[in-house]
């Protein structure tokens, strides 16, 4: 097996490897047409082309006999803290179980290291039990569980995290909206924007009562969210993609 960065030669194969995987993770849960769907708006090859390009962005592909059977996305989200997001982590059906999921993980995990961040977090729906025992026995800890939208359905979505130093840095501050309202904003709990990150803001200091989100761009709270997860700021148009389904194995 080789370990090497994504070209934008592999595009192709990499929206092969992520319709598989999907399908095979999660079609006994979901829907093949809202699948088929996903794949078209998350591997886009336009918006996989601009990924591949970012600097920012770590992707790694696995190669095996000259064939891509897995890839890895992540990047850095400069917040309050630097957090390495992984946004994906796929491994062909016919590959599983060969260490492959493992090896992307650690080449992604050391150059996320490498960008002095202070934790790396993945996102899996619980209905893929095998991607969240693999990041289990990877090290991560489970830290929080939540409901999602997909298509119509509710499914709930497990929140893993690996600490890798201390953190030092305001993980949440107090904001005034345009109505005159109080709202926590949680810096350590955010989303992937276009712009800047979308943070988690809630209507009580202990976060028992969730509010919506906060635009890290404009510092607005008008956000509207669509049945696919789509998350845009109607004051700036900061944009977030679908959530995608992490097919860890």
Known sequence: MELRS????DIDAIRRVARESLFASYEHAVDR???EEAVDEWYDP??????IDDDETVCPVAVVDGEVVGFAESYVIGRRERVGE???LHVHPDHRGSGIGSALLAFVES????ADVDRIEARVL???EAGTVFYESEGYELVDERAVEIGQE?????GYRKQLSRLTGISEGVVETDDGERIYVAFDESERGSLSPFYVAYADPDREQRYGFFCGNCE???IAIDTMDRMECAGCGNRRKPSRWDAAY
Do not use: H, V
Not at 46 to 51: G, I, K, N, R
Not at 111 to 114: Q, S, T
Not at 154 to 158: A, N, P, V
């Open 6 to 9: 994504a070209t934008t030669d």
């Open 33 to 35: 047409a809202l699948l």
């Open 46 to 51: 336009a918006d996989l082309d601009d990924d």
């Open 86 to 88: 992984i946004d994906w």
């Open 111 to 114: 150059e996320l290291k490498d």
């Open 126 to 128: 619980t209905t893929n």
């Open 154 to 158: 509710t499914f709930d979505e497990r």
């Open 220 to 222: 607005g709270t008008n």
